[in-house]
Nanobody, 123 residues
Framework: QVQLVESGGGSVQAGGSLSLTCTAS?????MAWFRQAPGKEREGVAA???????MYADSVKGRFTATQDNKNAKSTLEMNSLKPEDSATYYC????????????????????WGQGTQVTVSS
């Protein structure tokens, strides 16, 4: 069964905002966000651990904000100043165990995934 569920995707014009939510049935040490556009590699967007330490991809720093609560059983990704190149399917991933900082934005580090939610940004 699906262990993580994403919600909040939709369509927005460039410069607008969307908020995504990932909900889990239990707490995780790390919750992370990835995105994948058609024909492109899956890209790490943000990762947050239970202590509140957050990492962001350079492409979203200053525009996106990740949060967690409920002992890291829930994560939100606030996306502001959206650009057409942000259009993608956004996935939530989680790790029960600690991961080295240098791999927390690598998709291969995770085995627990949500089904994805679509984000479309028009010009």
């Amino acid at each position: 069964q699906v262990q993580l569920v994403e919600s909040g995707g939709g369509s927005v014009q460039a410069g607008g905002s969307l908020s995504l939510t990932c909900t889990a049935s239990r707490g995780y040490f790390i919750m992370a966000w990835f995105r994948q556009a058609p024909g492109k590699e899956r890209e790490g967007v943000a990762a947050i651990d239970s202590a509140g330490y957050i990492m962001y991809a350079d492409s979203v720093k200053g525009r996106f904000t990740a949060t967690q609560d409920n002992k890291n059983a829930k994560s939100t990704l606030e996306m502001n100043s959206l650009k057409p190149e942000d259009s993608a399917t956004y996935y939530c991933a989680a790790s029960r165990f600690a991961l080295r900082v240098d791999i927390r934005l690598s998709s291969s580090a995770y085995t627990v995934w949500g089904q994805g939610t679509q984000v479309t940004v028009s010009s």
